[in-house]
């Protein structure tokens, strides 16, 4: 893979995303799917590059926007991967596509995110949310029951400000249990914290 190639994904995507536009190629037409706005990407690139992770896990592939800007902050030579999970399948298969094409170590996990999680096994330095809003919580329960993540590893979620309601339990959980953790004021609010 080279950046460059990377750089060509992410301007093709964001085209789509910044007109609100349904993303298309020669698979098909897949609809808007609310990708991460420029500025969560940056941050999300700056804190992989920040905490060199071996294993990221997101939740919410669409169509890999996110998932080349965490790709983006990997170094190449760090033998890292991420894991991403989505339960559209033509849209997973075509995610699953583009990371080949790029020849880059994501592979897309189709399916709903709970029981993906539940065939899950080791543990994760980067978890990313960005699927349902409102399942958020049980997703970081089943993830802390399984112990995919423990003590350092850091937790992402997006859209904890414009969707915040739809995420309330999940966001106190950090504050009643003492996780250090804030919310950058992104277009949508991201949640950053570490167990
Ligand atoms: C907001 S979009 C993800 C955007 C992506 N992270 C990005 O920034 O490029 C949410 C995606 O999660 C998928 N999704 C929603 N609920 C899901 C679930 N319960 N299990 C798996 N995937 C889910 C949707 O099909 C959609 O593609």
């Known amino acids: 893979m080279t950046n460059t190639q990377i750089e060509t994904e992410i301007d093709l995507l964001e ?7 349904s993303y298309s190629n ?16 940056r941050i999300l690139q700056g804190l992989v590059i920040a905490s060199n992770p071996k294993r990221i896990l997101e939740i919410g592939a669409a169509h890999g926007l996110s998932a080349l800007y965490l790709l983006r902050g990997i170094s ?3 033998g890292a991967t991420i894991d991403t999970i989505e339960f559209d399948e033509l849209v997973a298969a075509d995610t ?42 049980q997703q970081l329960n089943l993830l802390l ?13 997006d859209n904890v ?24 004021p992104t277009e949508c609010g991201l949640l950053v914290a570490k167990l």
């Open 145 to 157: 029951e399984k112990n995919l993540i423990q003590k350092g590893s850091v937790l992402l979620a």
């Open 26 to 41: 020669a698979n098909g037409s897949f609809g808007w799917r609310n990708p991460i706005r420029e500025d969560t990407g």
């Open 161 to 184: 400000i414009d969707r915040q309601e739809e995420c309330d339990e999940f966001l106190n959980w950090f504050t009643e249990n003492n996780i250090s953790h804030t919310i950058i």
């Open 76 to 78: 190449n030579d760090s």
């Open 96 to 137: 699953q596509e583009r990371f080949d094409t790029l020849n880059v170590p994501v592979k897309v996990l189709p399916g709903e995110a709970m029981q993906v999680i539940d065939t899950l096994q080791g543990t994760y330095d980067i978890v990313f949310f960005d699927a349902q809003k409102s399942h958020y919580f």
């Open 15 to 21: 085209g789509f995303s910044k007109k609100g536009e």
